[in-house]
């Protein structure tokens, strides 16, 4: 019988170029398992306790660690070590004392930015989809698989912060000029810059965006635009 489905297994030296880990080595890697963040854009927690965070040795440990009940994910409790992290979520680990945001390095790969305990209760959250529903009101779709309903304010790449567990809004960042973004990918990943201007394009042409650093201008996709605001700092 013919066999169904993706692989359950990850080689290393196959993995995506965003998994900030040694290529040779070890044969294997730990896969994400289906969850908030899509594979292509995900990184198993496991991984990032073991080659990013170096709070464990092996896998081995990292189970012990996350049975116990030592890790959050976005104010969560997390026991499962194939759980897919992505871009701005939040990895707190209380015995240590220690929060961590995910962001991206300058070659496109995640990086495990640690930020005090303040900064860890709310997470930056991306709106990739909105559309109308009853009373006039409108379910907004953001880059983590969350869902929540809004008004007019919210709008296609803007950035909204919500305190975590709670998905509280505490604010909406417009995707607009003068405003600080972190590049996902392309030439500048990893970079912070400011809008100059949004280039709207017709059919199927991409829209893009004029941005500007401390060393250059410089015209990027819109979707690789991230909507940082006062957090700029933190990326840098």
């Known amino acids: 019988m013919a066999k169904k489905g993706g692989s359950s297994h990850l080689k290393r030296i196959a993995s995506p170029k965003y998994i900030p880990v040694a290529r040779k080595g070890k044969k294997w890697l730990t896969k994400p398992s289906a969850g908030p963040h899509g594979l292509e854009r995900s990184i198993a927690l496991g991984v990032v306790l073991r080659d990013e965070l170096h709070v464990a040795d092996s896998l081995r440990e990292v189970k012990k660690i996350l049975t ?27 015995k240590l004392k220690k ?23 709310s997470k930056l959250c991306r709106v990739e989809g909105k559309r109308s529903i009853r009373g006039g009101k409108f379910q907004i779709s953001l880059h983590d698989g969350r869902t929540m309903v809004g008004g007019k304010e919210f ?23 003068n405003t600080n973004c972190l590049i996902t990918s392309g030439r500048h990943a990893g970079e912070v810059a400011i809008i100059d201007e949004l280039y709207h394009k017709k059919g199927a042409r ?11 201008s410089f015209i990027t996709v819109r979707d690789y635009l991230f909507v940082v605001g006062d957090d700029a700092q933190v990326f840098k």
């Open 68 to 94: 116990d009940g030592s890790v959050l994910v976005d104010g969560r409790f997390v026991r499962e070590k194939k759980f897919p992290i992505g871009l701005m979520d939040i990895v707190s680990i209380p």
């Open 99 to 121: 929060s961590y945001w995910v962001g991206v390095d300058t070659k496109g790969r995640f990086r495990m930015i640690e930020v005090d305990a303040e900064k860890a209760k």
């Open 155 to 177: 709008t296609i790449g803007d950035t909204v912060r919500i305190t975590v567990p709670e998905q509280k809004v505490l604010s909406v960042i417009k995707l607009e000029a």
């Open 206 to 216: 991409r829209a893009e965006a004029k941005l500007h650093s401390d060393s250059e």
